[in-house]
């Protein structure tokens, strides 16, 4: 924090007085915001010095491209820290989910989907000229190594885990033949790696990109897939036809596009990526239990289940057979949108920030516990969170607490009535305290029983600091007149 600091006082010449930490990405980079009167910078610590050195020349490429990607504006001496430039908080994921939420993408939403797909093959083929791909990280292309990777992920991390018998020698034959055929074109563009909505800031009206680091040589379909085939995107045939037109137009300006082979190679890679992101989020939500990757499993699912019904792909057979026997499987049957209330409640630590709202509704009750009594301050409590006896028998005798948890109730039970009554869906209540350990856990855990004992609404409670993530039953006795 204190290399950050130099780096903001060395670039603005003012000391920074604010400093927030971001919501962490996928990778175990961490973000801050600096601030100091009228100036900004998004701070970053790096764990990789390779991964770094691939960003800083990757972004050197861009910008002398003219893509829009944040400047960087300092560097530390050991290249593990560096500041570049703030390009707001509005991602295209963000506007997307509002746009999903009022049940329709408007003009606006439309308008910047459109300039994306326009924008992509310059980032591909402006990219790549003149660039040093050895620079990239972790390998220099996508390459069959690559490939096998991600379809074992796909198969130790999400396929294994639905309990499904299979040939291990078939499917491995079919991943082989795959792997040939995502590797039988030209692949001499830069291929962005995770070029998604959650990536695309929206600054001063304009789409500007981030997280490129793990970009490198590879096929042009690769990018396109990623983007219009993103689970929580759920964009629509109609809607993915129409983009598709868009980018190979564009990419036209760079080389001749036969829209039917062109066509023939994008299912291909729908179907890569497809089971490239089952395995990621087989992994971050059955091993890790992040609830964001387990709701997105459903809707993975869907994809993947419309790309079986309507495309064939002969050269694949085994692996085929499979997939229709995992979508048929009760647990993956096709999603519905809940349309019944759920609250979801956090613990959390204030030194790491409030959790984000996945629901796309821009958050909920924050309620503040470090008011109350800390049992953390005491030996024997240091290695227990609230979820244990001796920390609860604590807080249970803590009037403060026991005064604190009836003012929520109030508060949430009314809340929690309204929207009931207005046929909400989702409700946000977080707790915080010094190390979201203690009393923010305490306090989520009465809440989260609380509101199931008496509503029998679908309650899920995450304690961010443990990683644990759980849905409670519903304890409402139900009338059996």
Same mark, same amino acid.
């Given at each position: 924090?204190?290399? !950050?600091?130099?780096?903001?006082?060395?670039h603005?010449? +003012?000391?920074?007085? @604010?400093?927030? *930490?971001? @919501?962490?990405?996928?990778? =175990?980079?961490?973000?801050?915001r600096?601030?100091? /009167?009228?100036?900004? &910078?998004?701070? %970053?610590? #790096?764990?990789?010095?390779? +991964?770094?050195?691939?960003?800083?020349?990757?972004?050197t490429?861009?910008?002398?491209?003219?893509?829009?990607?944040?400047? %960087?504006?300092?560097?530390? =001496?050991?290249?593990?820290?560096?500041?570049?430039?703030?390009?707001?908080?509005?991602?295209?994921?963000?506007?997307?989910?509002?746009?999903?939420?009022?049940?329709?993408?408007?003009?606006?939403?439309?308008?910047?989907?459109?300039?994306?797909?326009r !924008?992509l093959?310059?980032?591909?083929?402006?990219?790549?000229? #003149?660039?040093?791909? @050895?620079?990239?990280?972790?390998?220099?292309?996508? =390459?069959?190594?690559?490939?096998?990777?991600?379809?074992?992920?796909?198969?130790?991390?999400?396929?294994?885990?639905?309990?499904?018998?299979?040939?291990?020698e078939?499917?491995?034959?079919?991943?082989?033949?795959?792997?040939?055929?995502?590797?039988?074109?030209?692949?001499? *563009?830069?291929?962005?790696?995770?070029?998604?909505?959650?990536?695309?800031?929206?600054?001063?009206?304009?789409?500007?990109?981030?997280?490129?680091?793990?970009?490198?040589?590879?096929?042009?379909?690769?990018?396109?897939?990623?983007?219009?085939?993103?689970?929580?995107?759920?964009? *629509?045939?109609?809607?993915?036809?129409?983009?598709?037109?868009?980018?190979?137009?564009?990419?036209?300006r760079?080389?001749?596009?036969?829209? &039917?082979?062109? #066509?023939?190679?994008?299912?291909?890679?729908?179907?890569?990526?497809?089971?490239?992101?089952?395995?990621?989020?087989?992994?971050?939500?059955?091993?890790?239990?992040?609830?964001?990757?387990?709701?997105?499993?459903?809707?993975?699912?869907?994809?993947?289940?419309?790309?079986?019904?309507?495309?064939?792909?002969?050269?694949?057979?085994?692996?085929?057979?499979?997939?229709?026997?995992?979508?048929?499987?009760?647990?993956?049957?096709?999603?519905?949108?809940?349309?019944?209330? @759920?609250?979801r409640?956090?613990?959390?630590?204030?030194?790491? /920030?409030?959790?984000?709202?996945?629901?796309?509704?821009? #958050?909920?009750?924050?309620?503040?516990?470090? &008011?109350?009594?800390?049992?953390?301050?005491?030996?024997?409590?240091?290695?227990?969170?609230?979820?244990?006896?001796?920390?609860?028998?604590?807080?249970?005798?803590?009037?403060?607490?026991? +005064?604190?948890?009836?003012?929520?109730?109030?508060?949430?039970?009314? &809340?929690?009535?309204?929207?009931?009554?207005?046929?909400?869906?989702?409700?946000?209540?977080?707790?915080?305290?010094?190390?979201?350990?203690?009393?923010?856990?305490?306090?989520?855990?009465?809440?989260a029983?609380?509101?199931?004992?008496?509503?029998?609404?679908? %309650?899920?409670?995450?304690?961010?600091?443990?990683?644990?993530?759980?849905?409670?039953?519903?304890?409402?006795?139900?009338?059996?007149?």
């Amino acid at each position: 924090m204190d290399t !950050l600091r130099q780096l903001f006082l060395q670039h603005t010449g +003012e000391d920074a007085q @604010t400093c927030k *930490t971001l @919501t962490p990405a996928g990778s =175990n980079r961490r973000y801050y915001r600096l601030a100091a /009167g009228k100036s900004s &910078a998004i701070g %970053v610590v #790096g764990t990789s010095l390779r +991964e770094n050195e691939a960003f800083f020349a990757i972004a050197t490429q861009l910008r002398s491209k003219g893509v829009n990607i944040p400047e %960087v504006y300092a560097i530390s =001496n050991d290249r593990l820290c560096y500041l570049q430039q703030d390009l707001g908080d509005t991602s295209l994921f963000d506007l997307l989910m509002k746009a999903q939420l009022k049940g329709s993408y408007g003009l606006e939403e439309m308008e910047l989907l459109r300039k994306v797909m326009r !924008l992509l093959p310059d980032i591909q083929w402006k990219g790549a000229n #003149g660039f040093d791909f @050895t620079c990239c990280y972790p390998s220099e292309s996508l =390459n069959r190594r690559n490939i096998q990777w991600d379809l074992h992920y796909f198969k130790y991390c999400f396929l294994k885990a639905t309990g499904l018998e299979f040939e291990e020698e078939l499917l491995e034959d079919d991943f082989d033949r795959m792997a040939e055929m995502l590797l039988c074109n030209d692949c001499s *563009t830069f291929m962005y790696r995770d070029f998604q909505s959650r990536n695309v800031m929206i600054h001063d009206g304009e789409p500007w990109f981030i997280d490129f680091q793990g970009g490198r040589r590879g096929p042009m379909e690769y990018d396109l897939v990623s983007f219009l085939w993103q689970a929580r995107a759920n964009f *629509t045939p109609a809607m993915r036809k129409e983009l598709i037109e868009e980018y190979i137009q564009s990419a036209m300006r760079y080389t001749e596009i036969d829209k &039917a082979t062109f #066509g023939k190679r994008l299912t291909l890679f729908v179907l890569f990526r497809t089971l490239q992101v089952l395995g990621a989020y087989g992994y971050r939500g059955y091993f890790e239990h992040k609830l964001h990757f387990m709701q997105s499993i459903p809707l993975a699912m869907d994809n993947l289940r419309a790309l079986m019904a309507e495309e064939e792909f002969p050269e694949l057979p085994y692996l085929c057979i499979l997939l229709q026997q995992m979508v048929s499987l009760p647990k993956f049957a096709p999603y519905k949108e809940d349309t019944e209330l @759920t609250v979801r409640i956090y613990s959390f630590s204030y030194r790491k /920030g409030i959790p984000d709202d996945d629901s796309g509704n821009g #958050g909920g009750f924050v309620f503040d516990c470090r &008011a109350i009594h800390n049992p953390g301050r005491y030996d024997e409590y240091k290695l227990l969170t609230g979820r244990d006896e001796p920390v609860r028998i604590f807080l249970d005798s803590e009037k403060a607490m026991q +005064e604190f948890l009836r003012n929520t109730y109030s508060m949430v039970d009314y &809340a929690v009535e309204k929207y009931l009554s207005r046929g909400f869906k989702n409700l946000m209540v977080s707790f915080g305290c010094t190390g979201g350990q203690h009393r923010s856990v305490y306090s989520a855990e009465h809440l989260a029983h609380h509101l199931a004992e008496k509503y029998g609404v679908r %309650v899920i409670l995450t304690h961010r600091e443990q990683g644990i993530t759980e849905e409670l039953p519903s304890k409402r006795i139900q009338s059996t007149c």
